[in-house]
């Protein structure tokens, strides 16, 4: 279910007048839920930005050790397929996904589920992933183009995993790391049985595996709030608003506040920080207003 403009508007005002707990109180919601009315301007002229995650099949191999391997393609029993996919829209409540049947994870077969995946990102405008450009990207590619569907539309991407990295020093940059290093809940327990399980035929295996998968789109959601106002060359969410006014290009808030100046070698600029926590700066022309653009 998606937040209602009027419901966004509704607990940010109250939050601001009487802080987090007496709002979780008040609406009956969790910390979760109110980072998500929090943390975004909900407008109908708003990108798509959907949060996706991939569990893939594990390959089987005729090998004679087990370090240091060198396996090449002939010694592959069984190649690997998605075994199930997860998806949200950002600041939505609900959760996607779908996962294979028994005979389909034996046989490493995905095509009942690709096209699912494929139609979500063919709508996006911005798709986040943890370790999207390594991993989730291609692997739904390689799929998409096993089962004969075309590239999806374009979008742009986020790689939280890049972006961590990028910007700080964390001992792990690791999803189930970083989450818990923010105070927020971590990834499911689990380990190897369980993918083992879901290739020999167990069902519940399966479901399992498709609660672990949606839980960590969930946590991605987390994880990308924490990471947003740090992230230089954000996606210009500013662009999609159909108005005048001076935006964050990270979160697409209006809610700007001056902060000085910002010069370069070659101009100066009008330095504000967004109510988000990102920092940014514009420029104006005249009695116009351009977008905010990013530092």
Request: hydrophobic share 35%; glycine share 6%; net charge positive.
């Amino acid at each position: 279910m998606s937040i209602s403009q009027k419901k966004a508007d509704e607990v940010k005002k109250y939050h601001d007048a009487h802080g987090e707990e007496k709002t979780l109180k008040k609406y009956g919601i969790k910390q979760d839920s109110l980072r998500r009315y929090l943390a975004i301007p909900l407008d109908k002229s708003q990108p798509k930005i959907l949060l996706f995650d991939l569990e893939t099949s594990p390959m089987e191999c005729y090998t004679w050790g087990i370090y240091e391997q060198h396996i090449k393609h002939g010694q592959i029993i069984k190649d690997w397929a998605i075994l199930s996919w997860s998806a949200k829209w950002l600041c939505e409540d609900k959760i996607m996904g779908q996962k294979v049947t028994v005979k389909e994870a034996e046989n490493r077969e995905d095509k009942s589920i690709i096209e699912g995946l494929w139609k979500l990102l063919d709508e996006a405008h911005v798709v986040i992933a943890h370790n999207l450009r390594g991993f989730d990207l291609k692997k739904a590619n390689a799929r998409f183009k096993m089962n004969d569907l075309t590239p999806p539309s374009p979008y742009q991407m986020i790689d939280t995993l890049l972006e961590a990295r990028k910007h700080f020093a964390f001992s792990c940059n690791k999803l189930d790391y970083l989450v818990q290093m923010f105070h927020m809940d971590g990834k499911i327990g689990t380990d190897m049985s369980l993918w083992k399980r879901c290739v020999t035929g167990d069902a519940k295996a399966l479901k399992e595996m498709l609660t672990y998968n949606m839980h960590d789109v969930k946590i991605l959601e987390d994880l990308y709030f924490e990471l947003r106002p740090w992230i230089k060359g954000h996606p210009n969410l500013g662009l999609y608003y159909d108005d005048m006014y001076e935006r964050c290009p990270n979160c697409g808030s209006d809610q700007l506040t001056k902060r000085g100046q910002y010069v370069t070698a070659t101009s100066k600029y009008q330095a504000v920080r967004c109510e988000c926590g990102a920092y940014g700066r514009y420029r104006r022309y005249g009695k116009y207003k351009l977008q905010a653009i990013s530092k």
